[in-house]
């Protein structure tokens, strides 16, 4: 493995890994929900009058932040080396196995591990080993 030194930004990353723990605890902490996206976005699928609004507002802010980003900076270059075929799939998979861990890397990794919780703590050692698994099979023994 090879770092980057010339790209390598420790601080803002510290930086955006404080604020998603202080927005995910103050989250908890004023709504009593856990901010898992997957959780907060199927809610709009099968709308509640009494809380679609924060649903809806905490969406629209995952989308809205880069652009808001973009006033301040500029945003680094993403490259996809997959066609859309593939990330369409991907896509899918994801969110099927989101639904059947009963919740994503953001409501498990972040918010289930900082409760302690049993199932986080299980279901993100399988998102990770799995990740890590799927690359080294790419990578290394497929040769991609």
């Known amino acids: 493995m090879m770092i980057d030194w010339n790209n390598f930004t420790p601080w803002t990353a510290l930086a955006g890994g404080a604020l998603i723990g202080i927005s995910a ?5 004023l709504n009593g929900r856990i901010a898992g996206i997957t959780g907060i976005i199927g809610g709009l699928f ?31 270059e993403i490259k996809i ?22 919740g994503c890397t953001s409501g498990h990794g972040v918010c289930g591990i900082s409760r302690l919780s049993p199932r986080s703590i299980i279901a993100t050692l399988a998102f990770m ?15 991609a």
């Open 25 to 29: 605890s103050l989250f908890i902490l």
């Open 81 to 102: 080396d997959a066609g859309y075929g593939l990330l369409v799939i991907a896509g899918f998979i994801v969110g099927y196995g989101a639904r059947y861990g009963s």
């Open 46 to 76: 099968r709308p509640v009058m009494h809380d679609a609004g924060w649903r809806v507002a905490f969406t629209v802010g995952l989308i809205i932040a880069p652009i808001i980003w973009l006033l301040f900076g500029q945003l680094p």
């Open 129 to 143: 080993g799995t990740g890590f698994l799927t690359v080294f099979i790419v990578r290394h023994l497929l040769g």
